[in-house]
C-alpha cells in the first residue's frame, strides 16, 4: 500500500531563514506527490504536485519541493520563512487501484511555527 | 467563484443519535472525497465517488457510516447511532476529475465539526 511518513511532529524556524519540511514515501510505481497547507479552523489548500519531471517543484506561496528518488522523499522547502507560514503541513500520496480509481493518502502532518 | 461548501460547521450530538453531514462540490467536479481529520491526525480516507456511484468506500469504519451522492453533486455523509469516538472534523474535498490521466489536486471544504457527548 501506498504511504507517506511526516517524521516531524513540529518545526520551528526563525523568520528569515530557510525551512524545511520533511516527507518520505512508500509507493509502488511512479509516485504522484502533493503537499498541502492547513490554517487554523480552515480547510486543507493545495501548495504544489510532483508527477514527472523536474525534480524541484514550484508552488504556491513561494514553497518548492524536491522530489528524491533515490531517498524516497519529497521535502517540502522555502528560502526565508514568514510568521504568516506558521500552519500545519501535510504530505499526500496518491494510491491508484487496479480498479483505475484512487484516492490519497495524506501523512500525520507536521506543525511549523516561524518565530518572529 | 464558490468552493466546496460543507454544513452544518458545527454538529453537537448525543451520542446514540442520527446525523447528517453535507457537501456541496465546486461546480462541475465529478470526483467527491469525506476524509475524517481527529485532533492532531491527518486527515483519514472515508470514501470516495466518481459522479453518482462509489467508486471505493473502503475507508468508513462500520456499517454506521453511510454516504449518497444521488445526482452527481451534493453529497450527504450519514452516521447511524453515533459513538464519542466519531467525533472529528469530517472534511469533503472535490476534484475535476477521478480518472487515471487526471493528476488535478483536490480542493477542500473547511470541515464540519462533530462532537458526540
Known amino acids: 500500500a501506498q504511504s507517506v511518513a511526516q517524521p516531524e511532529d513540529q518545526v520551528n524556524v526563525a523568520e528569515g531563514n530557510p525551512l524545511t519540511v520533511k516527507c518520505t514515501y512508500s509507493?509502488?510505481?511512479?509516485?504522484?506527490l502533493f503537499w498541502y497547507v492547513q490554517y487554523p479552523n480552515r480547510g486543507l489548500q493545495f501548495l504544489l504536485k510532483y508527477i514527472t519531471g523536474d525534480n524541484l517543484v514550484k508552488g504556491s506561496y513561494g514553497f518548492e519541493a524536491e522530489f528524491n528518488k533515490s531517498q524516497t522523499s519529497f521535502h517540502l522547502k522555502k528560502p526565508s520563512a514568514l510568521v504568516s507560514d506558521s500552519a500545519l503541513y501535510f504530505c499526500a500520496v496518491r494510491d491508484m487501484r487496479t480498479s483505475g480509481t484512487y484516492k490519497y493518502i495524506f501523512g500525520t502532518g507536521t506543525r511549523l511555527k516561524v518565530l518572529a | 467563484g464558490a468552493g466546496v461548501s460543507q454544513t452544518p460547521s458545527n454538529k453537537v450530538t448525543e451520542k446514540g443519535k442520527y446525523v447528517e453531514l453535507r457537501c456541496d462540490p465546486i461546480?462541475?467536479?465529478?470526483?467527491l472525497y469525506w476524509y475524517r481529520q481527529s485532533l492532531g491526525q491527518g486527515p483519514e480516507f472515508l470514501i470516495y465517488?466518481?459522479?453518482?456511484?462509489?467508486?471505493?468506500d473502503s475507508g468508513l469504519p462500520n456499517d454506521r457510516f453511510f454516504a449518497v451522492r444521488p445526482e452527481g453533486s451534493v453529497s450527504t455523509l450519514k452516521i447511524q447511532r453515533t459513538e464519542r469516538g466519531d467525533s472529528a472534523v469530517y472534511l469533503c474535498?472535490?476534484?475535476?476529475?477521478?480518472?487515471?490521466?487526471?493528476?488535478?489536486?483536490?480542493?477542500f471544504g473547511e470541515g464540519s465539526r462533530l462532537t458526540v457527548l
Open positions: 461546480s462541475g467536479h465529478t470526483a
Open positions: 474535498a472535490s476534484s475535476l476529475k477521478g480518472t487515471a490521466k487526471n493528476t488535478g489536486e483536490l480542493f
Open positions: 509507493v509502488s510505481g511512479n509516485p504522484y
Open positions: 465517488f466518481q459522479g453518482t456511484g462509489a467508486a471505493d
